[in-house]
Nanobody
Framework: QVQLVESGGGLVQAGGSLRLSCAAS????????MGWFRQAPGKEREFVAS????????AYTDSVKGRFTISRDNAKNTVYLQLNSLKSEDTAVYYC????????????????WGQGTQVTVSS
Protein backbone atom coordinates (compact mmCIF):
# COMPACT_ATOMS: atom_id res chain seq x y z
CA GLN A 1 0.00 0.00 0.00
CA VAL A 2 1.26 3.45 -0.96
CA GLN A 3 -0.27 6.69 0.25
CA LEU A 4 0.39 9.86 -1.69
CA VAL A 5 -0.05 13.40 -0.41
CA GLU A 6 0.32 16.39 -2.73
CA SER A 7 1.13 19.92 -1.67
CA GLY A 8 2.29 23.19 -3.17
CA GLY A 9 -0.72 24.27 -5.15
CA GLY A 10 -2.14 27.77 -5.00
CA LEU A 11 -3.11 30.91 -6.86
CA VAL A 12 -0.49 32.45 -9.13
CA GLN A 13 -0.47 35.05 -11.88
CA ALA A 14 0.15 34.08 -15.47
CA GLY A 15 3.87 33.77 -16.09
CA GLY A 16 4.53 32.75 -12.51
CA SER A 17 5.85 29.55 -11.01
CA LEU A 18 4.86 26.90 -8.50
CA ARG A 19 6.49 23.75 -7.22
CA LEU A 20 4.26 20.81 -6.44
CA SER A 21 5.39 18.03 -4.14
CA CYS A 22 4.02 14.55 -3.65
CA ALA A 23 5.14 12.66 -0.56
CA ALA A 24 4.76 8.89 -0.55
CA SER A 25 4.50 6.55 2.38
CA UNK A 26 6.14 3.17 2.59
CA UNK A 27 9.57 1.75 1.87
CA UNK A 28 8.97 0.71 -1.72
CA UNK A 29 8.82 4.15 -3.37
CA UNK A 30 11.76 3.31 -5.62
CA UNK A 31 9.80 0.46 -7.21
CA UNK A 32 7.18 2.82 -8.59
CA UNK A 33 7.22 5.02 -11.65
CA MET A 34 5.46 8.27 -10.83
CA GLY A 35 3.17 10.46 -12.82
CA TRP A 36 1.44 13.80 -12.59
CA PHE A 37 -2.01 14.26 -14.05
CA ARG A 38 -4.42 17.17 -14.01
CA GLN A 39 -8.12 17.73 -14.33
CA ALA A 40 -9.72 21.03 -15.23
CA PRO A 41 -13.42 21.74 -14.57
CA GLY A 42 -15.61 19.97 -17.09
CA LYS A 43 -12.68 18.12 -18.64
CA GLU A 44 -11.25 14.65 -18.36
CA ARG A 45 -8.14 13.92 -16.35
CA GLU A 46 -5.07 14.27 -18.55
CA PHE A 47 -1.46 13.18 -18.39
CA VAL A 48 1.09 15.88 -17.57
CA ALA A 49 4.43 14.20 -16.85
CA SER A 50 6.00 10.97 -15.69
CA UNK A 51 9.32 9.80 -14.32
CA UNK A 52 10.94 6.40 -14.13
CA UNK A 53 11.79 4.58 -10.93
CA UNK A 54 15.39 5.80 -10.98
CA UNK A 55 14.50 9.26 -12.22
CA UNK A 56 16.59 8.78 -15.33
CA UNK A 57 13.73 8.94 -17.82
CA UNK A 58 11.01 11.55 -18.01
CA ALA A 59 8.09 12.23 -20.32
CA TYR A 60 5.80 15.22 -20.80
CA THR A 61 2.67 16.10 -22.62
CA ASP A 62 3.40 18.53 -25.46
CA SER A 63 1.62 21.49 -23.90
CA VAL A 64 3.98 21.61 -20.90
CA LYS A 65 7.30 20.73 -22.53
CA GLY A 66 9.91 23.35 -21.75
CA ARG A 67 7.80 24.81 -18.93
CA PHE A 68 7.30 21.96 -16.44
CA THR A 69 9.94 19.71 -14.93
CA ILE A 70 9.33 16.46 -13.07
CA SER A 71 11.91 15.11 -10.64
CA ARG A 72 12.11 12.73 -7.72
CA ASP A 73 14.16 12.15 -4.59
CA ASN A 74 13.94 8.48 -3.65
CA ALA A 75 15.72 9.11 -0.34
CA LYS A 76 12.86 11.43 0.63
CA ASN A 77 10.07 9.39 -1.00
CA THR A 78 9.01 12.50 -2.88
CA VAL A 79 8.26 13.45 -6.45
CA TYR A 80 8.15 17.06 -7.60
CA LEU A 81 6.64 19.02 -10.45
CA GLN A 82 8.14 22.43 -11.13
CA LEU A 83 5.68 24.61 -13.02
CA ASN A 84 7.13 27.64 -14.80
CA SER A 85 5.68 30.18 -17.23
CA LEU A 86 2.20 29.26 -16.08
CA LYS A 87 -0.77 29.96 -18.31
CA SER A 88 -4.46 30.25 -17.52
CA GLU A 89 -5.02 26.93 -19.29
CA ASP A 90 -2.83 25.23 -16.68
CA THR A 91 -5.55 25.83 -14.10
CA ALA A 92 -6.62 22.43 -12.77
CA VAL A 93 -6.44 20.03 -9.88
CA TYR A 94 -3.09 18.28 -10.09
CA TYR A 95 -2.76 14.67 -8.98
CA CYS A 96 0.27 12.50 -8.48
CA UNK A 97 0.02 8.80 -9.13
CA UNK A 98 2.19 5.74 -8.64
CA UNK A 99 2.57 2.80 -11.00
CA UNK A 100 4.45 -0.33 -10.03
CA UNK A 101 7.15 -0.82 -12.63
CA UNK A 102 7.46 1.28 -15.75
CA UNK A 103 6.06 4.68 -16.71
CA UNK A 104 2.72 5.09 -18.41
CA UNK A 105 0.72 8.02 -19.76
CA UNK A 106 -2.56 6.21 -19.07
CA UNK A 107 -4.28 7.06 -15.81
CA UNK A 108 -5.87 3.62 -15.67
CA UNK A 109 -2.41 2.03 -15.45
CA UNK A 110 -1.65 3.66 -12.10
CA UNK A 111 -2.14 1.88 -8.82
CA UNK A 112 -2.28 4.70 -6.28
CA TRP A 113 -3.44 8.31 -6.38
CA GLY A 114 -3.15 11.35 -4.17
CA GLN A 115 -6.05 13.58 -3.25
CA GLY A 116 -4.99 16.38 -5.57
CA THR A 117 -3.85 19.97 -5.16
CA GLN A 118 -5.49 22.96 -6.84
CA VAL A 119 -3.48 25.18 -9.16
CA THR A 120 -5.18 28.37 -10.27
CA VAL A 121 -3.53 30.71 -12.75
CA SER A 122 -5.01 34.18 -13.09
CA SER A 123 -4.58 36.09 -16.33
Amino acid sequence: QVQLVESGGGLVQAGGSLRLSCAASGRTFGRYAMGWFRQAPGKEREFVASISRSGGTTAYTDSVKGRFTISRDNAKNTVYLQLNSLKSEDTAVYYCAARFGSQSRRSADHDYWGQGTQVTVSS
